[in-house]
């Protein structure tokens, strides 16, 4: 089975459908029943959920424990979405948007695995973290969910905190746990490659991590910006 690697036909065409199933799915659900959105939600919370006891058998209990737990920042993402679908609460919306759309984004593009298309591991990681982005696609076009720019330091502060425990969960537990990538940076064809050497590589994660997050709501500024100047506008010729 061929090496993964990121400009591969497999992967582009996979990434493509996989991109447009998060972006057009949902609009298609807008005028349907409550029945059938919560028939999609309860498919995407259950192949999340599929996804993470798959995860945690081939990680944690073949190969070991301290692998499996859940403690990625994708995973925390996964139970964002969760969580929101089950509640509703918009923080658990803001966290998959700007958590998941980074990590879950970045994870689509460049897989952290060794084999690409049809190794089981891969199919699983684009299942698993399309999941996450259909969910905060649902949540937008949906629910009419959106972020705003207090929203984004309060994530940042917040993935700020996760981090350091994530660190000292990371040492406590020692080696092979290494979750966030704190202590080596994570497998496979990725933007880390371009990065320093480990632990310094933690802090070109973390300046792409906030240069990502503005990013991300970048559009929404834009927008707002001429949404404003529209009503200028239109007020001035009433």
Same mark, same amino acid.
């Given at each position: 089975?061929?090496?993964?690697?990121?400009?591969?036909?497999?992967?582009?065409? +996979?990434?493509?459908?996989?991109?447009?199933?998060?972006?057009?799915?949902?609009?298609?659900?807008?005028?349907?029943?409550?029945?059938?959105?919560?028939?999609?939600?309860?498919?995407?919370?259950?192949?999340?959920?599929?996804?993470?006891?798959?995860?945690?058998?081939?990680?944690?209990?073949? +190969?070991?424990?301290?692998?499996?737990?859940?403690?990625?920042?994708?995973?925390?993402?996964?139970?964002?979405?969760?969580?929101?679908?089950?509640?509703?609460?918009?923080?658990?919306?803001?966290?998959?948007?700007?958590?998941?759309?980074?990590?879950?984004?970045?994870?689509?593009?460049?897989?952290?695995?060794?084999?690409?298309?049809?190794?089981?591991?891969?199919?699983?990681?684009?299942?698993?973290?399309?999941?996450?982005?259909?969910?905060?696609?649902?949540?937008?076009?949906?629910?009419?969910?959106?972020?705003?720019?207090?929203?984004?330091?309060?994530?940042?502060?917040?993935?700020?905190?996760?981090?350091?425990?994530?660190?000292? +969960?990371?040492?406590?537990?020692?080696?092979?746990?290494?979750?966030?990538?704190?202590?080596?940076?994570?497998?496979?064809?990725?933007?880390?490659?371009?990065?320093?050497?480990?632990?310094?590589?933690?802090?070109?994660?973390?300046?792409?991590?906030?240069?990502?997050?503005?990013?991300?709501?970048?559009?929404?500024?834009?927008?707002?910006?001429?949404?404003?100047?529209?009503? +200028?506008?239109?007020?001035?010729?009433?």
């Amino acid at each position: 089975m061929a090496e993964f690697t990121p400009l591969s036909m497999s992967h582009l065409f +996979i990434m493509v459908i996989t991109v447009a199933l998060i972006v057009f799915l949902p609009y298609f659900y807008i005028n349907k029943a409550d029945r059938s959105k919560n028939s999609l939600i309860v498919t995407l919370i259950s192949l999340m959920l599929i996804n993470h006891a798959m995860d945690f058998y081939y990680e944690g209990y073949l +190969i070991d424990i301290k692998l499996g737990l859940p403690l990625h920042l994708c995973d925390f993402s996964s139970a964002s979405v969760m969580l929101y679908f089950l509640t509703k609460r918009k923080i658990f919306f803001l966290f998959a948007f700007f958590a998941g759309i980074s990590g879950a984004g970045m994870a689509i593009l460049t897989p952290d695995t060794q084999y690409g298309f049809p190794n089981i591991h891969y199919i699983r990681h684009m299942v698993g973290h399309a999941m996450i982005l259909l969910g905060v696609s649902y949540a937008i076009i949906i629910d009419n969910q959106r972020p705003y720019l207090k929203d984004v330091h309060r994530v940042l502060m917040v993935l700020s905190a996760f981090l350091v425990v994530i660190y000292f +969960i990371n040492y406590l537990l020692g080696p092979p746990a290494n979750y966030w990538y704190v202590a080596e940076k994570p497998p496979g064809s990725n933007v880390t490659g371009f990065m320093r050497d480990a632990p310094y590589h933690m802090i070109d994660v973390y300046i792409l991590a906030v240069i990502v997050c503005y990013s991300i709501y970048f559009p929404y500024l834009i927008k707002d910006k001429f949404n404003k100047q529209s009503n +200028i506008n239109a007020q001035c010729f009433k």
